[in-house]
Nanobody
Framework: QVQLVESGGGLVQPGGSLRLSCAASGIDFTIDTLAWYRQAPGKQRELVAVIGGDGSSGYTDSVKGRFTISRDNAKNTDTVYLQMNSLRSEDTAVYYC?????????????WGQGTQVSVFS
C-alpha cells in the first residue's frame, strides 16, 4: 500500500525558512516525478516544484531562487524535500506532495495529506 507522509509545515515570519519532507513508502511502480503543489484559500492548486528521476528540476516563477526541491532514495522509501527560504506572505498555503509514475500502461498518482505553511508577522 502506497503511503505519503508529509511533515515540516508551520508558522514562520516573512524572510524565514522551512523545510518540508514527504516520505513515500510502498511504491511498487516506476516513479517519473516527485513534486510539491500548494493551494491557498480560494485559489486553485498550483505546481510549485518538480523533480524527475534524472534529478532535473523545475519551479514555478514565483519561487525560483528561493525554494529548492530534492529527493533521497533509500531502501523501500523515496523522500522528497522542499527547502523554502525567504518566505513571503503569499507563500501561505497548504502544501501537498505528489508521486507520479506508471505501472506498465497504467498511470499512477498519489498525494500526501497536506501540510499547512503560514507566513505572517
Amino acid at each position: 500500500q502506497v503511503q505519503l507522509v508529509e511533515s515540516g509545515g508551520g508558522l514562520v515570519q516573512p524572510g524565514g525558512s522551512l523545510r518540508l519532507s514527504c516520505a513515500a513508502s510502498g511504491i511498487d511502480f516506476t516513479i517519473d516525478t516527485l513534486a510539491w503543489y500548494r493551494q491557498a484559500p480560494g485559489k486553485q492548486r498550483e505546481l510549485v516544484a518538480v523533480i524527475g528521476g534524472d534529478g532535473s528540476s523545475g519551479y514555478t516563477d514565483s519561487v525560483k531562487g528561493r525554494f529548492t526541491i530534492s529527493r533521497d532514495n533509500a531502501k523501500n522509501t523515496d523522500t522528497v524535500y522542499l527547502q523554502m527560504n525567504s518566505l513571503r506572505s503569499e507563500d501561505t498555503a497548504v502544501y501537498y506532495c505528489n508521486v507520479h509514475g506508471r505501472r506498465r500502461w497504467q498511470t499512477m498518482d498519489y498525494w500526501g495529506q497536506g501540510t499547512q505553511v503560514s507566513v505572517f508577522s
